[in-house]
């Protein structure tokens, strides 16, 4: 995509780095529909907005929240383990992806810290091209992951793979920033 005025899109411009970056929005969608629950056909309502009865009627229920929240209508209708078992999937799930997040994050960091130390350096906008670029490919594959709510829960292992692709991606800038007078 371009702006009209034939630049390509960004969303803003990292105020340390100035590297023009892209910010993501709400990619549960995207997420969910690389998992295991996809391609079993369950849709977000099933698990976000289980059924409840009321009287002889049975409705979703529109509290769209976490299914963590209620067990036992969302998950345990296919399920057939105890609520401590789910709960305990969940969160090894998410305790894995957390710690994976805060490693690109931080290689994401160190990417940032270097780059502004070769400006400070003097080093050029041509010179840290590569890093910068590096930069927007990293930062955008941390936030995809970090804005989508599920923290890893609805495709682990790709939320793995993406968070792992965002820490080699900065580090390979913060060599190139490293070296920046070869450049």
Known sequence: MKFPNGEDFYDFTHKVTGA???KAQHPEFEVWSQGTHSRAGVSCADCHMPYVRTGATKVSDHWVRSPLLNINRACQVCHAVSEQELQARVETIQDRNYELLQNAGQAVDDLIKQIAKAKEEGATEKQLEKSLELQRKAQWYLDFVSSEN??????????ARILGNSANLARQGQIYALNWKEN
């Open 20 to 22: 023009k970056i892209f």
């Open 150 to 159: 599920s923290m890893g829960f609805h495709a682990p292992q790709e939320t």
